[in-house]
């Protein structure tokens, strides 16, 4: 599978197993929602605005217990790339601590 083909979270994960050697079992979900964890605007902190061009960001649940870093799939709205929605969003998310 060529990177260049991959166009959804699911096409992703599949992207992962195959190209890199995952240790993500298809089998062991039944839905993309299954193995990610949703964001929305109040989990960053973000005004409504500053989210609204953001269809979903999910970000996929660590393979290892000492991952220390994540992978997220942000969907837009449109078609365009929107450069100052994912600033916002990256900064948010690179301080982002669950309070859980």
């Known amino acids: 599978m060529d990177i260049r083909t991959v166009k959804n979270s699911d096409d992703l994960i599949r992207y992962f197993i195959q190209n890199l050697d995952w240790n993500i079992d298809e089998d062991d979900f039944n839905d993309i929602d299954d193995i990610t964890y949703d964001f929305d605007a109040d989990d960053l ?6 989210f609204s061009k953001i269809k979903s960001l999910k970000q996929l649940q660590p393979i290892s217990d000492n991952q220390k870093w994540g992978i997220f ?28």
């Open 73 to 100: 799939c942000v969907e837009f709205d449109s078609k365009r790339f929107e450069v100052s929605a994912i600033r916002k969003i990256l900064s948010k998310i690179s301080n982002y601590r669950p309070t859980n």
């Open 45 to 50: 902190g973000l005004k409504k605005e500053e």
